[in-house]
């Protein structure tokens, strides 16, 4: 019973290597394999390259001796490479294929299937347990599968050789031609290639790269052509030398003339005429040269325009068949046309024509394209002046167009202030020339000597003068200096632009003290002489700070032409202001104290209305979701302005010194240069009040007052990062609680991780992707604030007395919508609900939604769009 198993054993060892053929097979296989590669990869990838590079028409750059001992090299390398290879190579053994085989089982079963019983033998029960050793190795082997062969070489190839040569082979495939492999036979004399197909030929044309056309293939053009001026003409003769000749009349080549059956040949075409090849199979074509047109240029009057700053916006048009890629604005003083009176009549200093870059499209085609220089020359000395504009540019060919001149008067900012009118004046003058230096000094001891009381508003103003004229008067004697002149000009611009503006801030400040203190003084029961003082007091702030508002209302309208409503709207809200101090005083002198303090705190009420209905900011009183509300406008305006930052720095790195000539104050073509403003119709206010707003980082202000906002990436992440903290904080303060104010939240989280995206961008200097976050940090915002205006209507409808009414200051008079109460004064007004009893913030909604959809549509006129974006803006 013991020998019973052993008798099947050959027969079970039988079965075993019929079930391992396949997989032994595969392993020597891979063994070949393996040895194959090792041995020959630096054949094959030899091979591999040659094959490439006469794929991609190689040897077709170089001279036919070049190309031939390239040939014999690499014949020679690949021959040494042979002997290397088959020198290294050892076939694999059966035996060899039968070890990897079973290294890759476990416990080795095919070699202890070979191995026979050592101890025991005879004894029964060691028997029977070899033979289940032997059964489980059987067990084993039947389940063998060939091991894949291992094919890396990296250790052999360490540069990477093997993968070059594949590249240049896919590349090859996808951009040559296995024809061209043959080539190299073909160009030997009476080769075998040439006798058994004859000459043969190929070209090209190659058109200018700037002109974007595609290259031509000469074989597959017709009898006629016509191509750009200064195109390649590339020829390739194949088959025995002389059997084919080139001719040609378009290059007017006169010197350095080949042969006509030289196998390579090349020219540029410069004008008409024929192009032939001679010979078997040859070909004749009439070419015709297409001349580069020069491009050309249009001042264009319609759509230019001057904010009340002095920022100019002039538009232009250009076009070129093959595109424009630069060009100047070249402003020139018409002399002939100046009012040669006053400080003008003595020679003017030569001077350099005024000089700007155009801004060019960054996307799209230049071939035919609209756009505005926009530029702030308010501080050059021909401000004002008649000049001539002419507008030049250019094309990648060198040449160049221009515009005819157009008369104008230099765009500039306009003085209201007749003190500041009358210094820009003799700054202009002292700029003219320095003879007038005498004369200037003359005019401002004039202006300054015993001055009236309400000639200066602020003493520190007379000072500077006065600081100003010492200096002037000082540098007479040793002879005024071109630097010297330029500083006391820059401190005379400085000083006209403080007193213009004004500071309503303090002027507004002062009013509101001297509210205070009459209405303390009427409590108080003070002297009439003293109620008097100080109604005077009162009535003086008022009109200072009226006047400084009509000055920046003037301002406003010459440059963005309000319609008439808001003008009358805003001089019946003054006079009703005169009306209601002239209540005021009418009821102290009667001795109704009690009723001249209830006008007073009505007269109150009425300011703030005023400020509310001129959009000035500060107002502060109105209730938490409000307050949000504006908070989040502000921080969008700002937003939007980095925006514009950031694309204009931009289109700067795409068009270099494009904002050269850029005088400090310059605020681009839309945005505050650092001043977080992003439209020309707020400029003025955002720059005069653009710290004193609900959310209004700290600092940002101080940029968008001085007008310097730098420019530079870092910069504009430093700010970027001041705008998501105060973002941060906006959200920390939203009122209320629901779904709504939750998705206020939500959205201003979001508009957060854009703006930390945005930050990145900057200080990596990726503008493009600092736009892309800074777009989806707006989109963000306005998701916002329109979901915080949801949960301000839920709010709203809870409350008692309806939408959008609100209890009078006076009797029982209701206030509209917009928080004006009618019937104020002496103005007419009605008890109506202009929105007859519908959702005030759904309603706003709606028509800030209709005016994103119109001012998006590219078919509707650019001055309604314009007046479209003004709108949201502002609202």
């Given at each position: 019973?013991?020998?019973t198993?052993?008798?099947?054993?050959p027969d079970?060892?039988e079965?075993?290597?019929?079930?391992?053929?396949?997989p032994?097979?595969?392993?020597?296989?891979?063994?070949?394999?393996?040895?194959?590669?090792?041995?020959?990869?630096?054949?094959w990838?030899?091979m591999?390259?040659?094959g490439?590079?006469?794929?991609?028409?190689?040897?077709?750059?170089?001279?036919?001796?070049?190309?031939?001992?390239a040939?014999?090299?690499?014949?020679?390398?690949a021959?040494?490479?042979?002997v290397?290879?088959?020198s290294?190579?050892?076939?694999?053994?059966?035996?060899e294929?039968l070890?990897?085989?079973?290294?890759?089982?476990p416990?080795?079963?095919?070699?202890?299937?070979?191995?026979a019983?050592?101890?025991?033998?005879?004894?029964?029960?060691?028997?029977a347990?070899?033979?289940?050793h032997?059964?489980?190795?059987?067990?084993?082997?039947?389940?063998?599968?060939?091991?894949r062969?291992?094919?890396?070489?990296?250790?052999?190839?360490?540069?990477?050789?093997?993968?070059?040569?594949?590249?240049?082979l896919?590349?090859?495939v996808m951009?040559?031609?296995?024809?061209?492999?043959?080539?190299?036979?073909?160009?030997?004399?009476?080769?075998?290639?040439?006798?058994a197909?004859?000459?043969?030929?190929?070209?090209?044309i190659?058109?200018p790269?700037?002109?974007?056309?595609?290259?031509l293939?000469?074989?597959?053009?017709?009898?006629?052509?016509e191509?750009p001026e200064?195109?390649?003409?590339?020829?390739?003769?194949y088959?025995?030398?002389?059997?084919?000749?080139?001719s040609?009349?378009?290059?007017?080549?006169t010197?350095?003339?080949g042969?006509?059956t030289?196998?390579?040949?090349?020219?540029?075409?410069?004008?008409?005429g024929?192009?032939?090849?001679?010979g078997p199979?040859?070909?004749?074509?009439?070419?015709?040269?297409?001349?580069?047109?020069?491009?050309s240029?249009?001042?264009?009057?319609?759509?230019?325009k001057t904010?009340?700053?002095?920022?100019?916006?002039?538009?232009y048009?250009?076009?070129?068949?093959?595109?424009?890629?630069?060009?100047?604005?070249?402003?020139?003083?018409d002399l002939?046309?100046?009012d040669?009176?006053?400080?003008?009549?003595?020679e003017?200093?030569?001077?350099?024509?005024?000089?700007?870059?155009?801004?060019?499209?960054?996307?799209?085609?230049?071939?035919?394209?609209?756009?505005?220089?926009?530029?702030?020359?308010?501080?050059?000395?021909w401000?004002?002046?008649?000049m001539t504009?002419t507008i030049?540019?250019?094309?990648a060919?060198?040449?160049?167009g221009?515009s005819?001149?157009?008369?104008?008067?230099?765009?500039?900012?306009?003085?209201f202030?007749?003190?500041?009118?009358?210094?820009?004046?003799?700054?202009?003058?002292l700029?003219w020339s320095r003879d007038n230096?005498?004369?200037?000094?003359?005019?401002i001891?004039?202006?300054?000597?015993k001055?009236?009381?309400?000639l200066?508003?602020?003493?520190?103003d007379?000072?500077?003068?006065?600081?100003?004229?010492?200096?002037?008067e000082?540098?007479l004697?040793?002879?005024?200096?071109?630097?010297?002149?330029?500083?006391?000009?820059?401190?005379?611009?400085d000083?006209?632009v403080?007193?213009?503006?004004?500071?309503i801030?303090?002027?507004l400040?002062r009013?509101?003290?001297?509210?205070?203190?009459?209405s303390?003084?009427?409590?108080?029961?003070?002297?009439?002489?003293e109620?008097?003082?100080?109604?005077?007091?009162?009535?003086?702030?008022t009109?200072?700070?009226?006047?400084?508002?009509?000055?920046?209302?003037q301002?406003?309208?010459e440059?963005?032409q309000?319609?008439m409503?808001d003008?009358?709207?805003t001089m019946?809200?003054?006079?009703?202001?005169?009306?209601?101090?002239?209540?005021i005083?009418?009821?102290?002198?009667?001795g109704?104290?009690?009723?001249?303090?209830?006008?007073l705190?009505?007269?109150?009420?009425?300011?703030?209305?005023?400020r509310?209905?001129?959009?000035?900011?500060?107002?502060?009183?109105?209730?938490?979701?409000?307050?949000?509300?504006?908070?989040?406008?502000?921080?969008?305006r700002?937003?939007?302005g980095?925006?514009d930052?950031?694309?204009?720095d931009l289109?700067?790195?795409f068009?270099?010194g494009?904002r050269?000539?850029e005088?400090?104050?310059?605020?681009g073509?839309?945005g505050?240069?650092?001043?977080g403003?992003?439209?020309?119709?707020?400029?003025g206010q955002?720059?005069?009040?653009?710290?004193?707003?609900e959310?209004?980082?700290?600092?940002?202000?101080?940029?968008?007052?001085?007008?310097?906002?730098?420019?530079?990436p870092?910069?504009?992440?430093?700010r970027?990062?001041?705008?998501r903290?105060?973002l941060?904080?906006?959200?920390?303060?939203?009122?209320?609680?629901?779904?709504?104010?939750?998705?206020?939240?939500?959205?201003?989280?979001?508009a957060?991780?854009?703006m930390?995206?945005?930050?990145?961008?900057?200080?990596?200097?990726?503008?493009?992707?600092?736009?892309?976050?800074?777009?989806e940090?707006?989109?963000a915002l306005?998701?916002?604030?329109?979901?915080?205006?949801?949960?301000?209507?839920?709010?709203?409808?809870?409350r008692?007395?309806?939408?959008?009414?609100?209890?009078?200051?006076?009797?029982g008079?209701?206030?509209?919508?917009?928080?004006?109460?009618?019937?104020?004064?002496?103005?007419?007004g009605?008890?109506?609900?202009?929105?007859?009893?519908e959702?005030?913030?759904?309603?706003?909604?709606?028509?800030?939604?209709?005016?994103?959809?119109?001012?998006g549509?590219g078919?509707?006129?650019?001055?309604?769009?314009?007046?479209?974006?003004r709108?949201?803006?502002?609202?």
């Amino acid at each position: 019973m013991a020998q019973t198993p052993n008798q099947h054993a050959p027969d079970s060892h039988e079965a075993v290597r019929q079930r391992l053929r396949g997989p032994l097979s595969l392993t020597w296989a891979g063994l070949l394999a393996e040895r194959l590669v090792r041995a020959f990869w630096p054949l094959w990838t030899l091979m591999i390259g040659c094959g490439a590079a006469l794929m991609l028409g190689w040897q077709d750059l170089f001279s036919f001796e070049v190309t031939a001992a390239a040939a014999i090299a690499a014949c020679l390398g690949a021959l040494a490479l042979l002997v290397v290879g088959v020198s290294g190579f050892r076939w694999p053994r059966r035996a060899e294929a039968l070890a990897r085989l079973d290294a890759g089982l476990p416990g080795r079963p095919l070699q202890a299937l070979g191995d026979a019983q050592a101890i025991g033998r005879g004894d029964a029960a060691s028997e029977a347990l070899w033979q289940t050793h032997l059964e489980r190795m059987q067990k084993a082997a039947a389940s063998a599968r060939a091991p894949r062969p291992d094919l890396r070489i990296a250790r052999l190839d360490r540069f990477g050789l093997r993968y070059i040569a594949l590249l240049g082979l896919v590349v090859a495939v996808m951009f040559g031609s296995v024809l061209r492999i043959g080539a190299p036979a073909q160009m030997l004399p009476g080769g075998a290639a040439g006798l058994a197909t004859g000459p043969a030929w190929e070209g090209w044309i190659e058109p200018p790269v700037y002109t974007g056309l595609p290259t031509l293939y000469l074989a597959d053009q017709g009898e006629r052509i016509e191509v750009p001026e200064g195109s390649r003409v590339m020829v390739r003769l194949y088959g025995e030398l002389g059997a084919l000749a080139l001719s040609e009349t378009v290059s007017g080549r006169t010197d350095d003339l080949g042969a006509a059956t030289d196998p390579a040949q090349g020219f540029d075409v410069t004008q008409d005429g024929t192009l032939a090849i001679d010979g078997p199979g040859g070909r004749t074509w009439d070419i015709r040269a297409v001349p580069d047109t020069a491009p050309s240029a249009e001042v264009l009057a319609e759509g230019a325009k001057t904010t009340f700053d002095g920022q100019m916006s002039q538009p232009y048009a250009a076009r070129d068949d093959h595109g424009v890629i630069g060009g100047t604005a070249r402003f020139a003083l018409d002399l002939g046309a100046v009012d040669r009176r006053h400080g003008l009549a003595a020679e003017p200093e030569p001077r350099e024509p005024i000089t700007l870059d155009l801004p060019l499209p960054i996307t799209g085609s230049r071939t035919e394209f609209t756009e505005a220089l926009v530029e702030n020359l308010s501080e050059h000395p021909w401000a004002h002046m008649p000049m001539t504009l002419t507008i030049e540019v250019e094309d990648a060919a060198g040449q160049t167009g221009a515009s005819a001149p157009m008369p104008m008067d230099l765009p500039a900012r306009r003085f209201f202030d007749p003190v500041a009118a009358a210094l820009i004046e003799q700054r202009r003058d002292l700029l003219w020339s320095r003879d007038n230096a005498t004369r200037v000094a003359q005019v401002i001891r004039a202006v300054s000597y015993k001055p009236e009381e309400k000639l200066f508003r602020d003493p520190a103003d007379f000072l500077k003068l006065r600081t100003i004229l010492r200096r002037l008067e000082a540098s007479l004697e040793g002879g005024l200096d071109a630097e010297t002149r330029d500083e006391l000009a820059a401190a005379l611009w400085d000083l006209a632009v403080t007193m213009e503006d004004g500071d309503i801030g303090d002027a507004l400040e002062r009013m509101r003290e001297a509210q205070e203190r009459l209405s303390e003084a009427m409590r108080n029961g003070a002297s009439e002489d003293e109620v008097a003082r100080l109604m005077q007091e009162l009535r003086d702030a008022t009109d200072d700070y009226l006047r400084q508002k009509s000055q920046q209302a003037q301002r406003e309208d010459e440059t963005d032409q309000r319609d008439m409503g808001d003008r009358e709207m805003t001089m019946l809200s003054q006079q009703d202001l005169q009306d209601m101090m002239d209540r005021i005083q009418e009821l102290m002198q009667e001795g109704r104290m009690a009723e001249a303090e209830e006008a007073l705190r009505q007269f109150q009420e009425m300011m703030e209305n005023l400020r509310v209905t001129e959009g000035q900011p500060g107002q502060g009183e109105g209730s938490p979701g409000q307050q949000a509300m504006e908070g989040l406008a502000d921080t969008l305006r700002q937003q939007q302005g980095l925006s514009d930052q950031a694309f204009r720095d931009l289109q700067e790195q795409f068009n270099p010194g494009a904002r050269a000539g850029e005088s400090q104050g310059n605020e681009g073509r839309n945005g505050g240069q650092g001043r977080g403003q992003s439209h020309e119709g707020q400029g003025g206010q955002g720059e005069a009040q653009g710290g004193e707003g609900e959310g209004n980082p700290q600092g940002e202000g101080q940029q968008r007052q001085s007008g310097q906002g730098g420019g530079q990436p870092g910069d504009l992440a430093a700010r970027q990062e001041a705008l998501r903290q105060e973002l941060e904080r906006q959200r920390g303060s939203l009122p209320g609680s629901g779904a709504a104010t939750e998705e206020a939240r939500g959205a201003l989280d979001r508009a957060g991780e854009a703006m930390d995206g945005a930050e990145e961008a900057l200080r990596g200097d990726d503008l493009a992707e600092a736009i892309d976050r800074q777009a989806e940090a707006m989109d963000a915002l306005r998701d916002g604030m329109r979901s915080l205006g949801e949960a301000m209507a839920e709010q709203q409808g809870e409350r008692q007395g309806g939408q959008g009414q609100a209890q009078g200051a006076t009797g029982g008079q209701q206030s509209d919508p917009l928080g004006r109460t009618p019937g104020q004064g002496d103005r007419a007004g009605t008890d109506g609900n202009l929105l007859q009893g519908e959702d005030v913030y759904r309603r706003a909604r709606e028509l800030l939604e209709e005016l994103r959809r119109r001012s998006g549509e590219g078919a509707r006129p650019e001055v309604e769009r314009d007046y479209l974006e003004r709108l949201l803006e502002r609202f």
